[in-house]
């Protein structure tokens, strides 16, 4: 069955770039063979006798070997190592180009995974070849479950019409895992050629990383037996290797050659089952191989193209030289999955991505797992550019997977300053985590998405900053130099400095540098300002590294940290919509001018974070905005970095908050005329209002009614805009970003009368039906309108009976994300919980506390607290000013003992008992973060201690919202 987040955690997990890199320790970087070895591999010759009912296989290989250029000054040698690890070697003799035969003493070093060979007398260095020929028996490894390693030779049996023995036999060599099929020099700074001859059943089917020259079957007709010969290899690492055998069914295409002097192109697609459902895979094939060779002008670095599809493979995908091994969920599809457009994308990605590595990464391939972060990043990157121009519904660069998930989580763990690394130093960093054997790891143990996700990023800003064209052209003008870059392994200096060259510029490999090198991202600020002399606009620029304040100890000093600045690619935006073509590359600490900027970071695809600090920068976007010439992107980008200042004691500006009510303030104010749904700004809309719950959450533990009712009315003004707030027009707005504008809308206006009527209307349809009217987004937001209004304890039962169960309307709710009825009707009764406390009456919120006394050891009872907490300082008894916050501590005094002895006892097992405690007390505590010596005053005080310092710990952000409010 398909599973769409695995194909997602793909794009993770395959990155065995970033895991990878790891799997070599500091130690064993010092003992390379290839550094160290008087001989060479230049050409492995590999017969592999296969028995699926034996789990040993026998093979004989012959290695040419030639001198080690990296060894001087030695002519001659007695002995040499190569890798094997779980392999028997049963004979070595080491043929000269005299024809003279030595036998080889061999001795296992287990723990460096090689074999030394000796002889018992000196041989020469000098421009001699030998040839070496091992006979050996290598393990077969059983997979029967996707907990099995699927390293070496594997094999997985599988059940077709009713019969259990059907078998696959497949490798895995990457990134150190040829040692266990044959012996040879593991390491990537070598690349060979490769003559495979398999024997096994006549009856499977065998794909290797070359086509198949012959196939001869054995003359006995009681033999079972075939041996397949196939075609010499190009120039490959050890770890791109690979072969498959077994009971495969297969589809296939001819691709038409792009090149005068080439035939077609053929295509095949393995599969143990349904190989049809693979059709997919092809369609893709024929559309992207055309583009990726245009792009390289380069056509495929060989003459077939094979996927083969596992029943299990740990890696989930492995892009062997012309033969990709692909875990078969990832590309098995009945119609019905197709007919999912995210399904098609990811899959898309999946495929494009692997085509990507046949050039870089197979092709031009690396001579160090270190630089496995910029294969794996190069080939995402491609493959997003790729399929963003070529396929006008599925802009890769633009959607939330891309710009939140990966780009968006990338940046916010790069601004944690005590974890922040370069890619550079990450990479050392891991080289030094382990002292393990390179086998004994997995990829996912070792995995760094940030270093993955800033290369992606690094590209595409490199891309935009030279032009899209240029970049192109730069990186076929690498591919034509097969000498330099195919021949041998390279580093991916090697690749910019080429395309520097071309361009004649050393911006590039300085660009390049800067990101590597550099840890955490730039903020650069944007000042524009009325130039006195002139009376015309211009701005200044000025960068610094960007971190966030939540674990930085008070008592940080900014003039510790590293700041050199950054190679910046600005993607300016200019008023009426123009590019900036005379600025587009910032590498000094600022940049002056002489013309205003609208925004920069257009379209959200640089790896940095922008502050406009002047009334003048937020003019200007109003301005034009007012003319169409924002989008919906760029604007949700200003909003977001302001969202990462907020509360931010380093970075957070009045401006900021001030701009963000004037933009916002800006759109409520248009004509009449002019909806909100008419200026489809609802991803930007849904963070600027996102900002102001923020906000009005600082301002009501501080209790800042001012700042309350300021936004309110703003927002006020925006809920005018909304077209229509009928249920029947709200029952057809499907867009989650509308829908969560609505949602926050409606949330800060809760306690204005038209909201109210609104929402009494839209909860009464709720309760009541018709089926599919509203949208689970807009529940939370009306239960907490009604819960705000509620006076007395028959309407609070109207709510209190959803949280005892919720299946009676869950009928009347359109839910898009719920997998199950089931799902849906647990989430409604969460909402009712969460929203259940937001009663101002004395009345009402005794019946809350005792209802969360009761119920103390239910899953999620905390939440209804919320509105509680958020109503904290509300009167709810005028004759002794009796606030919601004062009868919460009352009641939380007589029962905090009570709850500490069942909680932590109940909950000892797995603690949740006592984070469950932690958390209501923590909210009871925000009550009262201006009250500290009540707190202290508590005879239970050391018990809460630790809470206690942990809200005031967090509060801050809140007080440094407030004090910028203020200003």
């Not at 010759?45 to 034996?54: A, F, T, W």
């Not at 996927?307 to 033969?323: A, I, K, S, W």
Request: proline share 3%; aromatic share 10%.
């Amino acid at each position: 069955m398909f599973n769409a987040q695995l194909i997602r955690s793909r794009l993770v997990v395959e990155l065995r770039a970033i895991a990878i890199l790891v799997n070599i320790t500091r130690s064993n970087i010092m003992k390379l063979l290839s550094l160290e070895n008087p001989l060479i591999p230049s050409q492995y010759d590999l017969n592999i006798e296969i028995d699926p009912l034996n789990t040993k296989f026998n093979g004989i290989i012959t290695i040419t070997l030639n001198k080690n250029k990296n060894i001087i000054n030695i002519n001659e040698f007695s002995k040499f190592k190569l890798h094997g690890k779980n392999l028997s070697i049963t004979s070595a003799v080491l043929l000269n180009d005299d024809n003279t035969t030595i036998n080889l003493k061999v001795t296992p070093v287990i723990d460096q995974e090689q074999f030394l060979f000796e002889s018992h007398e000196l041989l020469s260095l000098n421009d001699n070849k030998y040839r070496l020929t091992i006979e050996y028996q290598g393990t077969i490894n059983q997979v029967k479950t996707p907990n099995d390693k699927t390293h070496g030779l594997f094999i997985s049996n599988f059940m077709k019409n009713d019969i259990a023995n059907n078998y696959i036999l497949a490798t895995h060599c990457q990134p150190s895992f040829a040692r266990l099929i044959f012996p040879c020099i593991d390491e990537l700074s070598i690349k060979t050629s490769f003559i495979l001859t398999i024997k096994s059943l006549r009856r499977f089917s065998t794909v290797s990383v070359s086509k198949i020259d012959s196939i001869v079957e054995n003359d006995d007709e009681s033999s079972n037996m075939k041996t397949t010969v196939f075609e010499k290899t190009e120039l490959l690492p050890t770890s791109l290797f690979g072969f498959v055998i077994g009971d495969l069914e297969e589809i296939h295409l001819d691709l038409p050659s792009t090149s005068k002097d080439s035939t077609n192109l053929p295509i095949t697609i393995y599969s143990p089952l349904k190989v049809t459902q693979a059709t997919y895979t092809l369609d893709i094939v024929q559309k992207y191989l055309p583009l990726l060779s245009k792009f390289f002008n380069c056509k495929f670095p060989s003459n077939k193209l094979d996927f083969v599809l596992l029943p299990f493979l740990n890696d989930m995908v492995m892009e062997n030289f012309t033969m990709i091994t692909v875990q078969m969920d990832f590309l098995l599809f009945t119609p019905q999955s197709l007919a999912n457009t995210s399904v098609r994308n990811q899959t898309i990605q999946l495929v494009v991505h692997e085509l990507v590595h046949q050039w870089m990464g197979n092709y031009i391939s690396f001579n160090s797992w270190e630089y496995l972060p910029f294969n794996e990043s190069f080939a995402t990157f491609l493959a997003y550019y790729l399929i963003s121009q070529n396929d006008s519904d599925n802009n890769v660069w633009a959607t939330d997977n891309y710009l939140q998930n990966e780009l968006g989580m990338a940046m916010i763990q790069d601004s944690d300053l005590p974890t922040s690394k370069s890619i550079h130093d990450s990479y050392h960093q891991r080289t030094n985590f382990t002292t393990t054997t390179t086998t004994d790891l997995t990829t996912n143990d070792l995995f760094d998405p940030i270093s993955y996700q800033k290369g992606i990023a690094m590209l595409r800003m490199l891309q935009l900053s030279m032009g899209e064209d240029l970049f192109q052209n730069a990186m076929a003008q690498v591919f034509e130099d097969k000498d330099t870059f195919h021949n041998i392994p390279v580093k991916p200096m090697d690749i910019f400095h080429k395309m520097g060259q071309v361009l004649k510029s050393e911006n590039v490999t300085n660009f390049v540098s800067s990101w590597t090198r550099l840890p955490g991202l730039p903020i650069v600020s944007v000042q524009t300002e009325i130039d006195e002399a002139s009376k015309s606009l211009k701005s200044t620029l000025t960068q610094h590294r960007f971190y966030s304040s939540e674990n930085i100890d008070p008592e940080f000093n900014q003039d510790t940290i590293e700041d050199t600045p950054y190679h910046i690619t600005l993607l300016t935006q200019l008023p009426g919509k123009l590019n900036d073509t005379r600025n587009t590359l910032m590498t000094d600490r600022s940049l002056k001018l002489d013309y205003p900027v609208t925004l920069l970071n257009c379209n959200s695809q640089g790896y940095y974070r922008v502050s406009y600090e002047t009334q003048e920068c937020y003019d200007e976007i109003c301005k034009e905005l007012t003319l169409g010439n924002i989008d919906d992107i760029s604007l949700f980008k200003i909003f977001q970095d302001i969202s990462f200042f907020l509360g931010n004691k380093f970075f957070q500006k009045s401006i900021h908050i001030s701009g963000t009510m004037q933009i916002l303030n800006h759109i409520a104010s248009s004509p009449k005329d002019i909806t909100l749904k008419s200026l489809t700004l609802w991803k930007s809309l849904s963070e600027g209002l996102s900002l102001l719950q923020t906000i009005v959450q600082a301002a009501v533990v501080h209790n800042r009614r001012a700042i309350i009712t300021k936004i309110t009315k703003l927002v006020t003004k925006l809920s005018e805009k909304v077209d229509d707030w009928s249920v029947e027009t709200l029952s057809q707005v499907h867009d989650s970003y509308e829908l969560s504008s609505l949602s926050k809308i409606i949330a800060l206006t809760s306690t204005t009368k038209p909201t109210e009527e609104i929402c009494q209307e839209l909860f009464k349809h709720i309760r009541q039906g018709p089926k599919d009217l509203i949208p689970i987004e807009l529940v939370s937001s009306i239960y907490m309108t009604v819960s705000y209004q509620m006076t007395s304890i028959k309407d609070w039962k109207k709510l209190f009976e959803l949280v005892k169960t919720s299946s009676g309307i869950a009928s009347h709710i359109i839910d898009f994300n719920s997998t199950s009825e089931n799902e849906k009707i647990i989430t409604l009764q969460n909402l009712a919980i969460t929203n259940l406390g937001f009663v101002t009456t004395e009345e009402l919120i005794t019946r809350l506390l005792n209802f969360i006394d009761t119920n103390i050891a239910a899953g999620g009872i905390e939440n209804a607290f919320i509105g509680a907490n958020y109503n904290a300082q509300v009167i709810i008894n005028k004759k002794d000013n009796t606030k919601v916050r004062d009868a919460v501590w009352k009641w939380f005094k007589l029962h905090y003992s009570g709850w500490k002895r069942n909680l932590t006892k109940n909950g000892a097992s797995d603690g949740r008992g006592e984070e469950k405690l932690e958390k209501i007390t923590f909210m009871v505590l925000q009550m009262f973060v201006e009250s500290s010596k009540l707190i202290e005053k508590y005879e239970k005080f050391e018990e809460i201690k630790p809470v206690w310092e942990t809200l005031q710990r967090e509060d801050r952000s809140n007080c440094t919202i407030i004090s910028g409010f203020s200003k």
